[in-house]
């Protein structure tokens, strides 16, 4: 099926004019009457923690579940660099129109315009919002709030806490969640993980969740759904995504009709901290903003193996600034990462195994002096050295490239709500403003945009909409959703096989990375995808699972989630299969210019992808929304 | 070289660790030996150790991590009585095995603390904390209701000590160290990053109140600035947040008896 301007709910007008004009329009409901309508939110995060606590405060009731221990855990925690804005204050030419344009630019034009620039306009007024609840801004000696910029723009329109940033926003919508939780509006859930999405008559109406201190499987019941779970970067097994990051409630909506959209949009970070051993259990990301001021470089000579101090000026490559004289070390991520494998798979890499690059900070310490630099990357530096034993004041830091990011996600309309009546979904875990690639500093501005100033208002009109029927959990629907969670879980547990989930997960990881993952072609991915359903069907034969179901058992909560990236892995090589182009993050090897940059295929693949479920057996079938360009001219993306 | 010949890294270990079924279950050290090596991070040797157990058919060890970075705050526990291990400054997911030589002996415990009761081996409830925010640790500001941010200045040193305050991941090590288990260096931090912002001013004394008589019902004791929750912040909270915290608390409660003074300003 195609998916029209009209299924997608764009609003007609101007694009400057759209989200005004939306919102003049919407539909509102009674303030007496918002607190007999429940919301559930899924998710803790930027975009979760957010709409949870705004929502609450609009008098709806709200019942927010969370995995970790504590709403202030949600990965959202774990961004650096920080979060972009239009604000203009460094009176540098910055503009919505211009954040617009290099969300979509970055993004290899296959984001949707209308949310992009809808993105960029509330981005001013989430500084606003974050400076209000206390968020400690680096700041100016003059009191005014302070930027940097950050990979894939031209200005400085990057706002940070230290190189906290995630943290210091994330705990910002902590404390309003908690103030809410206090007030009696917003009902928290923690160490509740979702398992099922429950449909009745069409509409999303609740959740199934499990209990993971009793394992209690529970039903509960709302006027809407808003999914807030984050990304699915961990079917790598090795990212830098928590290792509880999961995929487990963005999948099963997807198994009860929403779209999956195009999860072959994989965001590979060029800043990692390098693997070191097969026990490795996930990687650690050093914020792009190191790359304002340190300059990456491998020798020029292969296998020169003398310490990096000894050589010399001219036999070093410093290849981003050589090959993107313009952006220079501040190319953005997708090709900033595969120039770094070029360089490594040409031979030059550093490093155990040869996969490294420096990132080397002793020109801006000669610059800028060593104080400098330890007020604007202290933290960073301090972890580096608590991880790899080597001082990046005085050895350059070893990077590669490592999975970081989806772009993937649950396709949503305008309004955040997915093809299934009542479910939304925000953050990570939707489709919707980063195209195939994600600019630095841009997560944190949509889960916040998202969380605070779009699912409150939209998740409202839905619910003044009307014709939601009166239900509860003992519902056939629920019963059904119970059972089949329930189900799943015991065979996991009755399996009793011979392998871990782990050494699976890490199978399954291996394959997706060498097959599917900074580049890929069509012989690697028809690889994959005969692959992965043969150990999946190994997985639910021979995994060990030990334990009850009815305690605390981090096994199986785990089990439970690498079942669902199994298939969810399937898909994400199928979808980069039908794409015979590459842009952005996703790089068919087959489809490059002569000078190894992603050729992009407008006339043939300037659409979204949106897989929807036909069950277990079936092929998924692939639904098209064409992107429709009509404030931006499609072009190469150059950052030379 | 090291006693039994690892010479490369490589290193065994002795670990007692704490296997509590549940909360009803008493509780008990079992030993356990690990290989590692020095690459590792300590949760790594711990998946390690995990993988054997799984594969004997013995039920692996809980413990809480997530992020594995040192930032959300979910992983903790004692090792040889030390709140995140022997090297201070950074969390348990952050401490690299060398840091241990072949042939150590450590012993694993959950925080100990009367408002973290453990749900399962080295797994605690730290939901007290939440309610400690809940009771004041936020400033009221309706979505959308925001003035444009520089329009209210922030000192870069005010706003430098707010940041050095809400550094804290609240992962609870500052009440394991406590010989009385007070919540004080987590609590302090807090007050004392709202309450060095101009944003934060308006609430400072109801703040001030909720948040302190909220850590004696938690069960949480009292601080007697002994300064071990310090020594072991993972994110380097200053203990002078403690003192700031006190004196809002006293200026808030005297405030609170003569209604007067508040009116009267400061």
């Known amino acids: 099926m195609i998916i029209d301007a009209k299924t997608a709910k764009i609003p007609a007008g101007p694009i400057e004019h759209k989200w005004t004009e939306h919102k003049a329009h919407m539909k509102l409901v009674n303030p007496a009457n918002k607190r007999k309508y429940t919301v559930i939110v899924v998710g803790t995060g930027l975009a979760g923690g957010a709409a949870a606590a705004s929502l609450g405060e609009l008098g709806y009731n709200v019942l927010n579940f969370c995995f970790q221990d504590s709403p202030r855990r949600a990965h959202s925690i774990a961004a650096q660099g920080g979060i972009n804005a239009a604000k203009n204050y460094q009176n540098d030419g910055d503009s919505v129109y211009r954040l617009f344009y290099d969300t979509i630019k970055g993004g290899d034009f296959r984001a949707r315009e209308a949310n992009v620039h809808r993105l960029a306009e509330v981005s001013v007024n989430i500084i606003d919002q974050c400076a209000a609840q206390g968020v400690p801004f680096g700041r100016e000696y003059g009191g ?100 509880g990051s999961n995929a487990t409630a963005i999948w099963r909506a997807y198994k009860k009709g929403a779209f999956f959209a195009n999860p072959c949009y994989t965001q590979i970070h060029p800043t990692c901290i390098p693997k070191s051993g097969d026990y490795q259990s996930k990687l650690t990301l050093m914020s792009e903003s190191l790359r304002n001021d340190g300059r990456v470089w491998v020798p020029k000579k292969k296998g020169d193996t003398r310490p990096p101090h000894q050589i010399p000026e001219d036999e070093r490559d410093y290849y981003l600034e050589r090959v993107y004289p313009s952006f220079g070390n501040l190319a953005p991520r997708d090709v900033s990462s595969r120039q770094a494998k070029y360089r490594c798979d040409e031979g030059l890499g550093v490093g155990p195994g040869g996969l490294g690059v420096y990132l080397d900070f002793a020109d801006a310490i000669k610059r800028l002096g ?80 998202d969380g605070y ?161 036909k069950g277990d057996e079936q092929a998924p079938e692939l639904n098209k929304e064409p992107l429709v360009y009509e404030n931006i001219q499609l072009a190469t993306r150059s950052y030379k | 070289m090291s006693a039994n010949g690892h010479g490369n890294g490589n290193m065994r270990l002795t670990l007692d660790v704490w296997r509590q079924k549940n909360a009803q279950d008493p509780g008990r050290f079992v030993r356990y030996q690990v290989d590692a090596n020095e690459h590792m991070s300590f949760l790594e040797m711990l998946d390690v150790l995990n993988q054997d157990l799984i594969a004997k058919g013995e039920e692996p060890v809980a413990f809480d991590n997530d992020c594995r970075e040192g930032i959300c705050g979910m992983c903790g526990f004692l090792i040889n009585g030390s709140p995140h291990g022997p090297v201070h400054g950074g969390t348990v997911c952050q401490l690299h095995m060398r840091h241990f030589k072949d042939g150590d002996a450590l012993t694993l415990e959950p925080w100990r603390a009367k408002a973290f009761p453990v749900i399962k081996d080295l797994v605690v409830n730290r939901s007290a904390l939440d309610r400690i925010i809940q009771a004041g640790g936020f400033i009221s500001t309706r979505t959308g209701s925001a003035p444009e941010a520089n329009s209210i200045l922030v000192p870069k ?17 500052c009440v394991a160290a406590c010989p009385n288990a007070a919540a004080a260096l987590f609590t302090g931090a807090k007050i004392t990053h709202l309450g060095s912002l101009p944003q934060g001013e308006p609430e400072r004394v109801e703040r001030a109140i909720g948040m302190v008589q909220q850590n004696t019902i938690e069960g949480f004791g009292h601080c007697t600035l002994m300064g071990e929750c310090e020594a072991v912040c993972p994110a380097h909270v200053p203990l002078e947040v403690i003192p700031q915290m006190n004196k809002d608390y006293f200026r808030a409660m005297l405030r609170k008896r003569d209604p007067k003074a508040t009116a009267g300003g400061a």
């Open chain 1, 144 to 243: 005014t709030l302070a930027n940097r910029s950050f990979g894939g723009a031209q200005v400085s329109r990057t706002f940070y806490a230290r190189g906290q940033t995630g943290q210091q926003l994330l705990l910002g919508a902590y404390q309003a969640l908690e103030r809410q939780v206090a007030a009696g509006t917003v009902k928290m859930f923690a160490r509740h993980e979702m398992l099922d999405v429950v449909l009745i008559d069409g509409r999303a109406r609740g959740v199934v969740v499990r209990n993971l201190e009793t394992g209690a499987i529970q039903s509960f019941i709302g006027d809407a759904v808003v999914l807030a779970t984050g990304g699915y970067g961990n079917v790598f097994y090795l990212s830098t995504n928590a290792k």
């Open chain 1, 370 to 449: 060593k104080k400098v630099i330890s007020e604007r990357y202290g933290n960073l530096f301090e972890m580096y050295e608590r991880i790899t034993g080597e001082d990046p004041y005085t050895v350059p830091m070893r990077i590669y490239p490592a999975v970081h990011y989806t772009m993937g996600g649950l396709w949503v309309d305008y309004n955040l709500m997915s093809n299934v009546p009542g479910l939304f979904v925000g953050g990570e875990a939707n489709f919707s403003d980063h195209g195939a690639n994600r600019l630095g500093a841009s997560a944190l501005m949509q889960g916040l945009g």
């Open chain 1, 453 to 613: 100033f779009v699912l409150p208002l939209t998740v409202g009109d839905y619910i003044a909409s009307g014709g939601i029927a009166k239900a509860d959990t003992n519902h056939a629907a629920f019963k059904d959703a119970e059972r089949a969670a329930r189900e799943k879980l015991d065979r996991l547990l009755s399996t009793n096989g011979t392998r871990t989930v782990d050494s699976f997960w890490k199978e399954l990881g291996t394959i997706m990375w060498d097959e599917c993952g900074m580049a890929r072609n069509k012989e690697s991915l028809e690889r994959a995808l005969t692959k992965i359903p043969a150990l999946r069907e190994e997985y639910w034969r021979n995994v060990k699972v030990l334990g009850s179901g009815a305690e605390l058992n981090p096994e199986l909560e785990k089990a439970n989630r690498v079942g669902d990236f199994f298939e969810l892995a399937e898909l994400l090589c199928w979808d980069a299969l039908q794409r015979n182009e590459s842009c952005g993050g996703h790089f068919r090897t087959e489809y490059q210019t002569p000078d190894g940059e992603a050729q992009r295929n407008d006339s043939e693949y300037a659409y979204v992808a949106a897989w929807g479920y």
């Open chain 2, 157 to 173: 040193p005010a706003a430098d000590r707010a940041m050095e305050a809400a550094a804290c991941i609240g992962c609870g090590a």
